[in-house]
């Protein structure tokens, strides 16, 4: 089925149960080949261009439609607008994935090592469902962690991000030089008007993980008012450093290193090391 516009592929949703919407189809047909899903239908979005796309909104928030693809994020245009999101799209695969993977794709998939996902939790971003009857806006992180699900018979149309107009940054690392998948991803936020830091750590955990009590603490360490003004610091290293270590020991516990040299807890270790190396760096750029 090819529905030409949302209203049509919410009606093929209800026709059909089982039915699985589809875009680029790069994670779904991952899951078709590994036996992993057997939908009853699928319903291509490719012709619903208003979902291919992004536009403002009142109240300085950006409306990006489901179909956006990760190589349209990476452009110029939309990496000025939400920079840690482009950044996040351009090391989510090789060119012939970013051409075809789209957001909603990383958010319906909900894969724990999704590049745009911990973004989009920092950014405590909205997802838009729209089923027979009815629409709902769900928060991200709630479609995320099950705790609001996207319901049988939902289209995922479009996520609204607010826009900070303030530094943010998304670091990733992987097993290998190259596009790849993350071993372990920080995506950090400044948001000056509240004087708040929001970060999200991917890939280590089925989903992004917000470690709040090391938000709070580093968000009262920095000098606000410093920022703004040459050559002022905002910030002690000593704290920058310890907020690294903040954060990867609420991501990764104490009780997930026992037994360290033995397998599983020496790489526990290793991922330790790194996720506070990525939150370090990443909240020492955003000050920058």
Request: aromatic fraction near 4%; charged fraction near 20%; hydrophobic fraction near 50%.
């Amino acid at each position: 089925m090819l529905p030409a516009s949302v209203d049509e592929a919410v009606e093929a949703l209800a026709a059909t149960p089982g039915a699985v919407p589809v875009a680029g189809a790069t994670d779904l047909m991952e899951a078709v080949n590994a036996g992993r899903l057997r939908p009853a239908a699928l319903i291509g979005l490719g012709r619903i261009t208003e979902l291919r796309g992004w536009r403002y909104e009142d109240g300085g928030t950006a409306v990006l439609g489901a179909g956006l693809t990760h190589a349209r994020m990476d452009r110029p245009d939309f990496a000025a607008l939400i920079p840690a999101l482009a950044d996040a799209a351009r090391t989510a695969g090789p060119p012939q994935v970013r051409n075809v993977g789209t957001l909603g794709g990383n958010l319906a998939t909900a894969a724990a090592t999704g590049d745009t996902l911990p973004v989009l939790a920092a950014l405590e971003a909205t997802a838009t469902l729209v089923r027979a009857g009815g629409t709902r806006e769900v928060p991200v992180s709630h479609v995320l962690t099950g705790l609001d699900p996207i319901r049988p018979g939902e289209l995922l149309t479009w996520v609204r991000v607010p826009l900070l107009n303030a530094p943010q940054v998304f670091l990733k690392s992987t097993g290998r030089s190259g596009p790849a998948r993350a071993t372990a991803s920080v995506a950090l936020v400044l948001d000056p008007a509240r004087r708040a830091v929001r970060c999200a750590v991917g890939a280590v955990a089925p989903v992004p993980l917000r470690p709040l009590e090391a938000e709070a603490w580093v968000a009262g360490c920095i000098d606000w008012d410093a920022r703004n003004e040459e050559g002022a610091t905002s910030i002690d290293p000593a704290a920058l450093a310890a907020f690294g270590e903040y954060v990867a020991g609420a991501c990764i516990p104490d009780g997930a290193l026992e037994g360290v040299g033995e397998g599983p807890s020496a790489a526990a270790v290793r991922l330790r090391r790194t996720v506070a190396v990525l939150a370090r760096r990443a909240l020492g750029r955003a000050l920058k």
